[in-house]
């Protein structure tokens, strides 16, 4: 899929429009919806204008250009004589279908990346940027699993949760898709810098910010509402009281879209937001066969496992039979033959929270450990043996099954 050919001039009337004082997204929408296009806007006269949109916003159509547009317009020209670097209009097939059906899309949206996937059915995944180590296994692994289901991956690549969720859909070889708070071609966090460029070959960033715009606070909350537009349902996995993955949940809510929240401990300060959206009407999830369950989602099937996994993940190959990097073996030789939480395995290995989990997906993936439903992990264990850690866990029978709950 490719977003519709611009003209310099049709570049200019689009940042133009989005770029005038005087003319909000519900205005310039209303304009286009009469005129058609932004050079129709531009040579309508004041009296037609007023009459769609009012005086005010007639007369503020009709200001002269700042004098920065032509130099923006010359950088956005060049910007999209790039690989993968795409300006979707609303007026443009390729828009996502998702969002422009949401109650305020934006006028413009910058794509680095591949922009079909901005049409592929997608999962939202938020939370805290300050996560628990848990927390950001759960992301991981939800993502993982759900990518592995086919479904695209949306967040907002933040530090924390957001992170985490990216990093792993992409570690699952699935699809990912980035909104950011800036403009789409700068990288923030910075400590993001390699996520961003594995975004851009394999996933997709998109903003509705012009280039080079930077991280205003004030970008990210409408950032949210892109996040929860693109998405069938918003998974808020872990977050705090007054956390702004709450406005991505209510923004979903308001514009008819599921929200799923995962639980944790009554002590624990990270988990007051989503047990505040449980008590308020959110679906409760403890497992990826939840949310699959809540969206009446099948696995495309080329993705679809071969034989029933709680966790929606299933091993490429037989256990044993996938090699294993330095980090995944030492993981391995700290678990030893018990179970353990991650908490303790970081200390045990000295793995930072990042590669800690990029070794735990590695050996879930081989089959060589399960994730526990309290969370810990243990080595892959038999029905019988895993039973003595949960005996009020019910499996289904099947042999070979690698009982896996994220």
């Not at 005010?56 to 910007?79: D, G, N, Y």
Request: overall charge neutral; some cysteine.
């Amino acid at each position: 899929m490719r977003a519709l050919t611009l003209s310099e001039i049709e570049v200019a009337a689009w940042l133009r429009l989005t770029t005038t004082p005087g003319i909000s997204r519900a205005l310039a929408r209303s304009l286009l919806a009469a005129l058609g296009v932004p050079q129709n806007i531009f040579a309508a006269s004041h009296s037609v204008l007023s009459a769609i949109a009012g005086r005010a916003a007639a007369s503020a159509v009709q200001q002269a250009p700042p004098p920065e547009l032509a130099a923006r317009v010359a950088a956005t020209v060049a910007w999209l004589a790039q690989a993968d670097c795409h300006l979707v209009t609303l007026a443009d097939p390729a828009y996502p279908p998702m969002l422009l059906n949401s109650a305020d899309p934006p006028i413009l949206l910058y794509v680095r990346g591949r922009l079909r996937l901005l049409h592929t059915p997608a999962l939202a995944m938020v939370g805290s940027r300050h996560a628990s180590a848990q927390g950001l296994a759960n992301a991981h692994n939800f993502a993982a699993a759900l990518a592995h289901a086919g479904l695209t991956i949306v967040s907002g690549m933040a530090l924390g949760i957001d992170g985490a969720a990216h990093q792993g859909a992409l570690a699952a070889g699935g699809t990912t898709v980035a909104v950011v708070g800036t403009g789409v071609n700068r990288v923030y966090p910075s400590r993001h810098g390699a996520l961003a460029q594995q975004l851009a070959q394999r996933g997709a960033l998109i903003s509705e910010w012009p280039l080079d715009a930077p991280p205003l606070p004030g970008h990210f909350p409408q950032r949210n509402r892109l996040i929860a537009g693109l998405a069938r349902a918003v998974l808020v996995v872990e977050a705090a009281a007054q956390s702004g993955s709450l406005i991505t949940a209510r923004l979903a809510n308001e514009m008819g879209r599921d929200v799923y929240a995962i639980p944790g401990s009554i002590h624990a300060t990270l988990t007051k937001g989503c047990h505040h959206l449980i008590k308020e009407g959110a679906k409760l999830v403890e497992s990826v066969e939840d949310v699959l369950q809540e969206l009446g989602w099948t696995a495309e099937p080329s993705c679809a496992p071969t034989e029933p996994n709680p966790g929606g993940l299933q091993a490429a190959a037989a256990p044993d039979s996938l090699p294993l990097d330095a980090d995944a073996k030492r993981v391995l030789g700290a678990l030893g033959h018990d179970a353990a939480a991650p908490d303790l395995l970081a200390e045990r290995t000295g793995l930072s929270a990042g590669r800690l989990q990029a070794a735990l997906l590695a050996l879930e993936l081989a089959g060589r450990i399960a994730l526990l439903p309290c969370g810990r992990i243990a080595p892959h264990f038999s029905r019988d043996s895993l039973a003595q850690f949960h005996p009020g866990v019910h499996l289904d029978s099947g042999a070979g099954q690698n009982p896996i709950e994220p």
